[in-house]
């Protein structure tokens, strides 16, 4: 026993893996070994290749350079025009449009801005009504809190231009944000967050360039999250939202006339919602931001209505219910008025919740179908109370 010869770097390797097992508590002890291994050797093999000429083969999803493999002389030329960084940069943007589900990502390390009391409550305040971060464990939204990082902005500034990579995901806490679309060369106006909300979702979801130009309109503060946490906790959920959701969006009737992938686009930006019985869902009158399908239990449709000579009745007379699979609150946000009824649970209901720029990107191809419903309240609303005037506003 006395000549058995610990090999150099063998205690550095373990302590490692126990000092990475005991800040993230895999629940797999020998899978994240084979994870926690494989990045430190690929990190070696970084090590060692970065010393060489060449560009980085070694990246996720980029195969080893063989001899029939090898770029040629033009293609070389080619790539001394691209930075190195930019190259690595393109081959991750590729490599994880490909592979949500890669567990890579777990062992990243986690991302940590430290924040005050004060400031992890307004951060926890404006991320409470973030539909993306509602379907996640307490522990990944806890993660993604301690990774977010403040931003203050001034008037005129562009937080996003359309076109470029997508760096971070932002949740707004306060200021008026313009979103402008290019249309025909043209930057139109086509929407404006007021105060609430999240925007920058899609390019780190999808791998695509940003889809939209966002400019502040006024001083305000944004809590901004980085690509790779983003890619690894909200990305790794969407999987998983796809995985639980796909059965039931393809019940609902409403969506029937969309693609496969669109109805999926629909799942990756959905928040879940629970309301107890009797709970408020929408309230008459109030300004519109959110569509609703019921995933489980019902809701009631109560209005209070003018009377003849114009003066609002108080008494709500209950108009319509829905259950599973129907959806409600379109009618606000395709009007662009007021909501028309308020809204309650009927036992616990469970909702799936849209916010309107989604509602407008995703759900145009079935506007037809809705504006056809929209008219039936029309109908019925002039056979209940004689008029139709609290639809029409
Ligand atoms: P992103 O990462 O592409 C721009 O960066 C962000 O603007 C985008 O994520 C969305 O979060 C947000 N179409 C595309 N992106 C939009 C839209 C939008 N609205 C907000 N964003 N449309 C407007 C819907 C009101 C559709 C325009 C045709
Ligand atoms: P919203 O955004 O105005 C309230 O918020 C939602 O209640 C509304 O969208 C519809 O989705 C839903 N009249 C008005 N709103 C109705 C009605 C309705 N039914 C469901 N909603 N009528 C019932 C017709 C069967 C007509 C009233 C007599």
């Known amino acids: 026993?006395?000549?058995?010869?610990?090999?150099?770097?063998?205690?550095?390797?373990?302590?490692?893996?126990?000092?990475?097992?005991?800040?993230r508590k895999p629940p797999n002890l020998a899978e994240f070994a084979v994870q926690h291994f494989?990045?430190?050797?690929?990190?070696?093999?970084?090590?060692?290749?970065?010393?060489?000429?060449?560009?980085?083969?070694?990246?996720?999803?980029?195969?080893?350079?063989?001899?029939?493999?090898?770029?040629?002389?033009?293609?070389?030329?080619?790539?001394?025009?691209d930075s190195v960084s930019d190259i690595l940069r393109s081959v991750a943007v590729c490599a994880e449009a490909y592979n949500p589900d890669d567990d890579k990502d777990?062992?990243?390390?986690?991302?940590?801005?430290?924040?005050?009391?004060?400031?992890?409550?307004?951060?926890?305040?404006?991320?409470?009504?973030?539909?993306?971060?509602?379907?996640?464990?307490?522990?990944?939204?806890?993660?993604?809190?301690?990774?977010?990082?403040?931003?203050?902005?001034?008037?005129q500034e562009h937080i996003i231009d359309q076109g470029d990579d997508g760096d971070n995901f932002y949740v707004i806490e306060k200021g008026v944000y313009d979103i402008f679309?290019?249309?025909?060369?043209?930057?139109?106006?086509?929407?404006?967050?007021?105060?609430?909300?999240?925007?920058?979702?899609?390019?780190?979801?999808?791998?695509?360039?940003?889809?939209?130009?966002?400019?502040?309109?006024?001083?305000?503060?944004?809590?901004?999250?980085?690509?790779?946490?983003?890619?690894?906790l909200i990305v790794k959920n969407n999987a998983k939202k796809r995985r639980v959701y796909e059965a039931f969006i393809e019940c609902v009737p409403l969506l029937k006339s969309l693609e496969l992938a669109e109805r999926m686009k629909i799942v990756d930006v959905l928040g879940v919602r629970v309301f107890r019985d009797g709970e408020c869902i929408i309230t008459q009158g109030d300004r519109a931001d959110c569509f609703y399908i019921v995933e489980s239990g019902e809701v009631k449709i109560m209005i209070k209505t003018k009377t003849k000579t114009g003066q609002q009745n108080n008494t709500e007379v209950e108009v319509a219910r829905c259950s599973r699979s129907q959806y409600f609150g379109e009618l606000a946000l395709v009007t662009n008025k007021p909501r028309a009824a308020s809204v309650y649970a009927v036992?616990?209901?469970?909702?799936?919740?849209?916010?309107?720029?989604?509602?407008?990107?995703?759900?145009?191809?079935?506007?037809d179908i809705?504006?056809?419903?929209?008219?039936?309240?029309?109908?019925?609303?002039?056979?209940l109370f004689g008029h139709s005037d609290d639809l029409k506003h």
């Open 38 to 81: 494989t990045l430190v050797l690929e990190s070696q093999r970084k090590e060692q290749q970065s010393k060489k000429p060449s560009t980085n083969p070694e990246q996720k999803g980029v195969p080893f350079e063989t001899d029939s493999n090898k770029p040629n002389k033009d293609d070389e030329e080619e790539e001394e025009k």
């Open 1 to 23: 026993m006395s000549n058995l010869e610990i090999p150099v770097g063998l205690k550095e390797l373990l302590q490692g893996y126990t000092v990475e097992v005991l800040r």
């Open 347 to 367: 036992g616990e209901t469970k909702c799936l919740v849209m916010d309107i720029q989604a509602f407008e990107r995703l759900l145009g191809p079935c506007m």
């Open 106 to 155: 777990d062992a990243e390390p986690q991302v940590v801005h430290p924040k005050t009391d004060q400031q992890r409550q307004r951060l926890q305040d404006a991320c409470k009504d973030i539909l993306l971060f509602k379907t996640l464990e307490k522990e990944q939204f806890s993660e993604i809190l301690d990774a977010m990082f403040e931003v203050f902005v001034k008037p």
């Open 181 to 232: 679309v290019q249309k025909g060369g043209v930057s139109v106006c086509v929407g404006q967050y007021n105060n609430k909300g999240s925007f920058g979702e899609l390019a780190l979801m999808y791998n695509t360039p940003r889809a939209a130009t966002i400019i502040a309109t006024q001083e305000g503060a944004l809590w901004a999250l980085d690509r790779a946490t983003f890619h690894r």
């Open 370 to 383: 809705m504006k056809r419903n929209i008219s039936q309240y029309e109908d019925q609303l002039v056979a």
